[in-house]
C-alpha cells in the first residue's frame, strides 16, 4: 500500500494575481520527506516564499478514522507578528478539503479584484466575489452554501474585519471563528479572497487493521481523563476562568457539539434569543452561537450574560474575540451594548492592539487564564495558536508524564501542537487526552498507510524541524511585555527552540 | 461465443414512465462488457427496436409506459420478439407483459401469468402507506415488503441452479406458477434488511413460494420478467445472474446480430473544453443533487412517487463515468453533442437550484420535479448514448470479479 493512500494525491497552486488555477502531484517523495500537515505547509510555504503564500493543509490522518482527526493547518506571514505562523483549523474545513481532492492550497500573490475559490470533485473554481464581498461572515457562509446547494459546504472565510485589513481581523470556519489570533484575515483581506469553500464526496483508502486500532483507541481515551465532562464549561473551570461568568454560560448551555472525529465534545452551543432547555429545532433564524475558542470565550467572561451577544458580532465581524476582549476590557465596555458598539470601530483598516495601546504578546492577545512562566515561554515563541491552552486542557502536566521546568513543559506543549498539525490530529483533543500520546499518534499513522518506519522520534525530529524552521524563517518584528523582558528569559526562549 | 455476446445491441427504455432504476442495467451492462447500448424513449421506440438484440424494460410507472408506447409500440415489440429478440423486464418492466383487462395495458397481453398481490380487500400498511399499494379497477396491487428478499434459483438454471440470493423488491411482482411461464427464481424468505409494509403473515402468503424470476418463449425470442431488482448495482450476485441468463438465452437462440463488432465508426469525442465545463456543471449538480437527497420530500409523478434521493443515481451515472472520458483530439471538429450536452447539464442544473431554492422557501415544487425528472432523464441517456458510442472500453476480467462479488457489494 502506499504511504499516498490517506491523501487525495493533490496539491493545488493558485495564483490570485493572474487568476489562476494548477494541480500538482503530491508525491510518495514528499510524504517521505515530510510526512504531511504543517511540515508539508512549511516546505510548501518556503518554495513559494516570494510570493507571500498562505498554504492550507491536511495531515495524514485528517479525515480518516482516527480519534481526533479533524485537523488542518494554514501557515503564512502574520501581519501582526511578522513571523510565520501555523493556526489549527478543527472543525469539519479541513477533512472536506481533502475529501474534495486537494490535500494542500497554495495561495500566492493578491488578486485585483475579490474572489473566492470553490473546490469539489478535484476541481477547482476561482471566481468573482461580488456576491459575497462586503457581507459578514454569517451572510457570506449561508450565501455559498445556498449557491453550492449544501449545507455540508465547509466554508474559510473573512468578514468586514478581513476586507478592511483590521489586524484584528481572523479567518473564520463557517459561522464560528477560529484559532487565528494571527491576523490572517487581514492578509486574506489584502489578497482580496473572501472564501475558500469546499464540498467532498471523495473517500481515502486506509490499511487493513488500521479501524480496529481507531476503535480500540477512541475507547481508551472515552474511558480515560475525559469520561464524565464534555463541553467547554469543564475546560474553562478547570483552567481557573471566573466561575461567576462560567456560571452565566453554563445556564445558557443548550448542547455540546463535537468536531470530526473528537472523543471529547469542545463546542458548546449556546441559546441566546431561545430558551436553553429547548429540545426541539428552534423556530429562530438565528437562536444562539457555537461556542469554538476557550482563549476568546474566557476574554470575553467579565461580559457576563452579554457575553454571547457580544461574541455573535465578534464572529459575524470576522474579528478575532481573544484581541476584542483585551481591547473591550480597557475600554471599559462592561455592557453588551457600549461593547457592541466599539466593536465596529475595531474593523477599521489597521486597528491593531499594539496601535490601541493594549496589552499583548508580540501583537497578540495574551492568553487570558494565567501567566505561568510556560504560557510566557510559548506565547514568545508564536508559532501555534494559544487560543488554545498554553497547559494540559483537563488534567495536570504529570498526568502526561511532563517535568515540572517551565521550559520542558512549553516544549511539551509545542511538539504537541506540531506533532498534531504534521498528522491532522485535533490539537486540543490532544491537550485534554493522555491517551492520545506521540506513541499512539505515531503507530496509528504508520498503520493507516502501512509505514512501518513512521516511529515516534521520526515525528518528534519532524516537529522540531517545524519549530525550528518556522522560527529562523521569518524573525518575528512583535514586541514582548516589558514584565518578560531580561536576559533570563531571552536565554530560556533561545534554548526552548533548540531540538530536544 | 464470446463474439457473438458482445456484438450483442442493446436498447434501454428510458421514455415516459421509466424511473431511475434503468441506470443499474447501465451499470452492469458496462459491468460485465456489453457496450452496444441505446437508450430509447416512446418516440422512437417502434423504429429503433428493430435494429436490437435486447430490450430492456426496468421500473417505473407500468401504466405511463403502456400509455406512452401504445399499440405501435406494442405491435414493435411483438415483431421484435417473433423475430428472435430478447426482453428483460424487472419490476414494472415485469408487469408490463402480463395479461390484462385494462386500458392501456391491455395492448401488452405477452404473458398470461397471475400476479398474487392483487387484492380486493386492502389490509392496513404498517409502514410506507404511499408505496404500500396501488389501486387497479376494484381491486389493489400491495406490495407487503420492500429491500432485501430471498429469492432461490431453480435446479435447470446454468451456474446457479438451487443457490439462494438476495435481491432488492421495490414493488415488482410475484407470480403464480403456471404452464405459461418457465421459472427461473422462487421468492425463498426475508432478511434482516427486509422492510414490512404488512404484517409478515400477509407477506409471506403474498412472496413465499411464488414465482420470482422467469421466462416465457415468443416466437423466436424470449421474455424474461424479474420481480426483484436483479440488477441493482448493491447486488453483484443478482448481477451475475443476468449476465448468466443473457447468454444462457443467447446458447438456445438461433438469433445472431448481422452487425460487425463495437467500434469500427465511432464519432469524435468531446473536445477538451467541453469535457472540462461538463465536468464542472455535473459536479456542482451533484454535490446540489446529494445534498437534496437529504430532505424529507417526494412528488407522485403519475402513478410513482419519487423521493429527491431519485435525482443523484441519474447524476452520478453520468459523473461515474465522467472521469475517464478522454477528450478528442485538437484536430478533430467539435461533434454536436458536446455543447448540446453542455447545455442540457445547464438547464437541469438551473432546475435543480430553483428547486432547492423553494425547498427552502417551504414553496410548491411539483412542477420543478416533474420538470428535473424529465430533464436530467434524457441528459443523463443523451450522455450515455455519447459515451458509449465513443469511450466505452471492454472491461477487464479483473473489473468484472470485482464488481461480481469479490470484493463484496458495490
Same mark, same amino acid.
Given at each position: ?35 504531511g ?92 466575489a ?22 455540508y ?34 492578509l486574506w ?35 480515560g ?56 429545532e ?35 465581524y ?38 490601541e ?23 514568545a ?63 496509528l ?15 518528534r ?15 518575528t ?24 | 461465443?464470446?463474439?457473438?455476446v ?5 436498447g434501454?427504455?428510458?421514455g ?10 447501465v ?5 460485465y ?30 401504466? =405511463?409506459?403502456?400509455?406512452? !408506447? @401504445?399499440?405501435?409500440? $406494442? ?7 417473433? %423475430?428472435?429478440? *430478447? ?35 386492502l389490509?392496513?400498511?404498517r ?9 387497479y ?9 420492500r ?10 438454471f446454468?451456474?446457479w ?13 410475484p ?6 411461464i ?20 400477509? =407477506?409471506?402468503?403474498?412472496? !413465499? @413460494?411464488?414465482?420470482? $424470476? ?7 425470442? %424470449?421474455?424474461? *420478467? ?63 443533487a ?86 436530467l ?8 448514448e ?22 463484496g457489494?458495490?
Amino acid at each position: 500500500m502506499e504511504r499516498g493512500c490517506v491523501y487525495m494525491g493533490k496539491i493545488l497552486v493558485v495564483d490570485l494575481q493572474e487568476g489562476r488555477c494548477q494541480e500538482e502531484d503530491l508525491s510518495e517523495e514528499q510524504i517521505e520527506e515530510h510526512v504531511g500537515g504543517v511540515a508539508l505547509n512549511l516546505a510548501l510555504y518556503e518554495r513559494f516564499r516570494e510570493r507571500d503564500p498562505v498554504i492550507v493543509g491536511t495531515g495524514l490522518l485528517t479525515g480518516t478514522f482516527a480519534p481526533a482527526s479533524c485537523a488542518g493547518v494554514v501557515t503564512a506571514r502574520s501581519p501582526v507578528t511578522g513571523g510565520i505562523c501555523h493556526v489549527p483549523l478543527l472543525w469539519q474545513t479541513a477533512v472536506e478539503l481533502k475529501y474534495s481532492g486537494y490535500d494542500f492550497v497554495v495561495l500566492l500573490g493578491e488578486s485585483a479584484r475579490p474572489v473566492r475559490l470553490w473546490l469539489h470533485d478535484s476541481l477547482a473554481e476561482l471566481a468573482d466575489a461580488g456576491d459575497v464581498w462586503g457581507k459578514d461572515v454569517w451572510e457570506t457562509t449561508d450565501k455559498l452554501r445556498f449557491e453550492h446547494g449544501d449545507d455540508y459546504v465547509q466554508v474559510l472565510g473573512i468578514g468586514p474585519a478581513g476586507e478592511r485589513q483590521s489586524l484584528l481581523g481572523q479567518l473564520s470556519e463557517n459561522y464560528w471563528g477560529s484559532r487565528d489570533l494571527y491576523g490572517l484575515g487581514a492578509l486574506w483581506g489584502k489578497k482580496k479572497l473572501k472564501a475558500l469553500a469546499a464540498r467532498g464526496l471523495g473517500s481515502l483508502e486506509v490499511a487493513e487493521g488500521f479501524f480496529d486500532a481507531c476503535v480500540a483507541l477512541k475507547d481508551e481515551i472515552a474511558s480515560g481523563r475525559i469520561r464524565g465532562s464534555q463541553g467547554l464549561v469543564p475546560i474553562l473551570r478547570h483552567l481557573g476562568a471566573d466561575a461567576g461568568g462560567l456560571n452565566t454560560l453554563e445556564a445558557r448551555a443548550h448542547r455540546n457539539v463535537a468536531s470530526f472525529n473528537c472523543p471529547y465534545p469542545y463546542n458548546t452551543f449556546l441559546m441566546i434569543d431561545e430558551d436553553a432547555s429547548l429540545l426541539k429545532e428552534s423556530a429562530k433564524a438565528e437562536p444562539g452561537l457555537l461556542l469554538t475558542d476557550p482563549a476568546g470565550v474566557a476574554s470575553l467572561l467579565f461580559l457576563g450574560d452579554g457575553m454571547a451577544q457580544v461574541l455573535r458580532r465578534i464572529n459575524r465581524y470576522g474579528l478575532e474575540p481573544s484581541a476584542c476582549g483585551v481591547l473591550l476590557a480597557a475600554r471599559g465596555a462592561g455592557s453588551a451594548a457600549q461593547a457592541e458598539g466599539a466593536l465596529a470601530d475595531f474593523v477599521r483598516e489597521g486597528c491593531s492592539l499594539e496601535g490601541e495601546g493594549a496589552r499583548h504578546v508580540r501583537g497578540v492577545a495574551p492568553w487570558p487564564l494565567s501567566d505561568s512562566p510556560e504560557s510566557r515561554l510559548v506565547q514568545a515563541v508564536s508559532l501555534f495558536s494559544h487560543a488554545l491552552p498554553p497547559q494540559p486542557a483537563l488534567g495536570s502536566f504529570e498526568d502526561f508524564s511532563v517535568p515540572e521546568s517551565p521550559q520542558e513543559r512549553a516544549r511539551w506543549w509545542l511538539e504537541r501542537q506540531a506533532v498534531s498539525l504534521v498528522l491532522g490530529v485535533c490539537p486540543l483533543s490532544a491537550l485534554l487526552s493522555p491517551e492520545l500520546s506521540l506513541e499512539r499518534m505515531a503507530d496509528l499513522a504508520s498503520k493507516a498507510c502501512q509505514w512501518e518506519d513512521l516511529t515516534p522520534e521520526m515525528l518528534r525530529n519532524k516537529a522540531w524541524e517545524v519549530i525550528g524552521r518556522s522560527a529562523s524563517l521569518a524573525g518575528t518584528s512583535g514586541k514582548l511585555p516589558a514584565s518578560w523582558a531580561g536576559p533570563e528569559f531571552e536565554a530560556s526562549l533561545q534554548g526552548l527552540l533548540q531540538a530536544p | 461465443m464470446e463474439e457473438r455476446v458482445r456484438r450483442l445491441r442493446f436498447g434501454i427504455y428510458v421514455g415516459e414512465g421509466a424511473s431511475h432504476s434503468w441506470t443499474w442495467f447501465v451499470d452492469l451492462l458496462e459491468r460485465y462488457a456489453y457496450h452496444r447500448l441505446r437508450f430509447l424513449r416512446a418516440e422512437d421506440f417502434a423504429d429503433v427496436l428493430p435494429s436490437l438484440d435486447v430490450l430492456v424494460l426496468s421500473g417505473g410507472d407500468t401504466f =405511463a409506459v403502456a400509455r406512452a !408506447l @401504445g399499440s405501435s409500440g $406494442a405491435e414493435a415489440l411483438s415483431a421484435f420478439l417473433e %423475430r428472435g429478440g *430478447l426482453y428483460i423486464g424487472s419490476c414494472a418492466g415485469a408487469y408490463l407483459p402480463l395479461h390484462s383487462s385494462k386500458e392501456p395495458l391491455k395492448a401488452f397481453n405477452f404473458v398470461r401469468a397471475k400476479i398474487n398481490n392483487l387484492t380486493r380487500d386492502l389490509p392496513p400498511a404498517r409502514d410506507l402507506p404511499l408505496k404500500f399499494s396501488t389501486p387497479y379497477g376494484c381491486s389493489y396491487v400491495i406490495h407487503p415488503v420492500r429491500e432485501e428478499v430471498r429469492v432461490r434459483m431453480a435446479e435447470e438454471f446454468p451456474e446457479w441452479g438451487g443457490r439462494e440470493l438476495g435481491v432488492p423488491l421495490y414493488g415488482g411482482p410475484p407470480l403464480v406458477l403456471s404452464e405459461e411461464i418457465t421459472p427461473a427464481a422462487f421468492y425463498s424468505g426475508f432478511t434482516q434488511r427486509t422492510r414490512f409494509l404488512a404484517d409478515l403473515e400477509i =407477506a409471506e402468503g403474498v412472496y !413465499l @413460494g411464488k414465482v420470482a $424470476a422467469c421466462e416465457r418463449t415468443i416466437g423466436a425470442g %424470449r421474455m424474461i *420478467l424479474l420481480g426483484p431488482h436483479f440488477e441493482h448495482p448493491g447486488f453483484p450476485e443478482g448481477n451475475a445472474v443476468v449476465d448468466a441468463w443473457i447468454r444462457w438465452h443467447l446458447a438456445r437462440s438461433l438469433w445472431d446480430s448481422p452487425c460487425s463488432a463495437p467500434g469500427a465508426s465511432r464519432p469524435p469525442a468531446l473536445s477538451q473544453k467541453t469535457l472540462e465545463a461538463l465536468k464542472l456543471e455535473v459536479s456542482n449538480m451533484r454535490i446540489r443533487a446529494w445534498a437534496l437527497a437529504r430532505e424529507s420530500v417526494y412528488w407522485k409523478i403519475g402513478a410513482k412517487i419519487y423521493e429527491a434521493e431519485k435525482i443523484h443515481p441519474f447524476v452520478d451515472a453520468v459523473w461515474s463515468r465522467l472521469a475517464s472520458m478522454k477528450a478528442r483530439g485538437e484536430e478533430q471538429e467539435e461533434p454536436d453533442a458536446g455543447p448540446a450536452l453542455l447545455e442540457a447539464a445547464r438547464r437541469c442544473h438551473a432546475i435543480m437550484r430553483d428547486l432547492s431554492g423553494r425547498l427552502r422557501e417551504g414553496l410548491d415544487t411539483q412542477d420543478l420535479a416533474e420538470l428535473l425528472f424529465r430533464h436530467l432523464k434524457d441528459f443523463t441517456a443523451d450522455f450515455l448514448e455519447a459515451y458509449f458510442q465513443n469511450v466505452a472500453r471492454p472491461a477487464s476480467a479483473r473489473e468484472i470479479r470485482h464488481a461480481g462479488g469479490v470484493c463484496g457489494r458495490a
